[in-house]
Nanobody, 124 residues
């Protein structure tokens, strides 16, 4: 089993930056694909970005492309999401997810493990 814990969410003004972290425990995630999702109030959960096991393949939703950067440190069993130029539409609970696969993944991938989420609120 893999446990995922997100942190780093907080209240920030529009135009600001945050870095979210997702720490995994239970087993190494070195060979796992990982992703960030978010869910805003009253909306469905949406895929934000994903990263393959090596970090060599990264993909982003159009809404965050050029503003967010996903990365990982396999030695620390941790994934990150650097978020810049935040706007109120980025307000949501952000979740990290992991999947035991080294294959290429798509936004619709069915992840086995999920964190509990961290709240990001962007004020205008």
């Amino acid at each position: 089993q893999v446990q995922l814990v997100e942190s780093g969410g907080e209240l920030v003004q529009a135009g600001g930056s945050l870095r979210l972290s997702c720490v995994a425990s239970g087993r190494t995630i070195r060979f796992y694909a990982m992703a960030w999702f978010r869910q805003a109030p009253g909306k469905e959960r949406e895929w934000v970005a994903d990263i393959n096991w090596s970090g060599g393949d990264r993909n982003y939703a159009d809404s965050v492309l050029g503003r967010f950067t996903i990365s990982r440190d396999n030695d620390k069993n941790t994934m990150y999401l650097q978020m810049n130029s935040l706007n109120p539409e980025d307000t949501a609970v952000y979740f990290c997810a992991a999947s035991a696969t080294m294959a290429s993944i798509s936004p619709g991938h069915d992840y086995e493990y999920w964190g509990q989420g961290t709240q990001v609120t962007v004020s205008s």
